[in-house]
């Protein structure tokens, strides 16, 4: 590991963000946990079983654990919202660590998300075949992207674990036993842009039949707050993009300059599984959404 360079004048060594970390990550994963309870809750109350859209946002509580304990646990343990000349020795080390981890988790997470909610427009408009094709095309893309970042995110370095160990405080890799050939900074705004872009393709697919609905203002106010939640995520996903554009992701106080990226990112795992689909709690929200369904969906 290369020998760190003087802190720069003025710097004080002494803040800390590591609470805030950890408790967004913890908080937030516990909410999205209560969140999918009542919604399981909600189908048995209503004798629905569970489909494939209900198991795959149960499902994505799995990645995103992870993610949390990848940064919000592990990598904050060990220096991650401190800088890093007040950190351990192996402050950077376990960062990359945790990184690993948590990049693994982010991408299964956002990934069973969007399965879920198109599993939902495909149980929802089973009988439009002109839906299906959209569904199929974004299911695809879906799938493409999650299998191209993390496997990126997996042979990045030779060895694999060259990621983390060049950064190991004891025994280093030397720059001649290792090759990392990805650009990190150019692979986080390549897997956060096609996040924002299937979002917004995903909240305009049912758009065409929504808007040719007559419903009272009640109603039509429920359907919006549904719609809402959808680009509350969306809203998230582009935020988290603008701290990867601000990040300095190259200099040595990476601990530091890191924390907004993995504070947005571990909020965007987790905002959107307490906020996806919320349309299906039908007895706990409104009953206008069941009478939505039933006037759009023919049910």
Avoid at 36 to 53: A, P
Avoid at 73 to 100: N, T
Avoid at 168 to 182: A, E, G, I, R, S
Wanted: proline share 6%; charged share 15%; glycine share 6%.
């Amino acid at each position: 590991m290369a020998t760190l360079p003087p802190p720069p004048d003025g710097i004080n060594l002494d803040e800390s963000r590591r609470a805030s970390i950890m408790v967004t990550s913890i908080v937030t994963w516990i909410l999205a946990v209560i969140v999918v309870g009542l919604r399981i809750l909600s189908r048995r109350m209503k004798n629905i079983s569970l489909w494939i859209d209900d198991w795959l946002i149960i499902a994505a509580l799995v990645p995103s654990c992870a993610h949390v304990f990848g940064m919000g646990v592990y990598a904050v343990s060990r220096g991650l919202g401190k800088h890093v000349w007040a950190d351990p020795p192996d402050a950077q080390y376990a960062w990359a660590i945790g990184l690993f981890i948590a990049e693994l988790g982010y991408f299964v997470t956002i990934a069973c998300v969007k399965w879920s909610i198109l599993a939902f427009y495909w149980r929802s408009f089973k009988i439009r075949s002109s839906v299906k094709i959209p569904i199929y095309i974004l299911a695809i893309i879906v799938l493409l992207w999650a299998t191209s970042v993390i496997l990126v995110t997996i042979f990045q370095c030779q060895p694999t674990s060259a990621w983390w160990n060049r950064f190991n405080p004891t025994h280093p890799l030397q720059p001649d036993q290792y090759k990392c050939t990805v650009d990190s900074v150019k692979f986080f705004y390549g897997n956060a842009i096609p996040t924002i872009v299937t979002d917004v393709l995903m909240l305009a697919l049912p758009l065409p039949y929504i808007t040719k609905l007559q419903l009272p203002k009640g109603q039509k106010w429920a359907l919006a707050g549904i719609f809402l939640v959808g680009l509350f995520v969306t809203i998230v996903s582009i935020v988290r993009l603008h701290y990867l554009l601000q990040g300095n992701l190259t200099s040595p106080d990476i601990t530091w300059n890191f924390v907004d990226i993995a504070l947005w990112s571990v909020l965007e795992g987790n905002v959107a599984i307490f906020c996806g689909k919320q349309a299906l709690m039908h007895p706990i929200s409104l009953t206008a959404s069941s009478e939505i369904t039933i006037r759009l969906f023919g049910r």
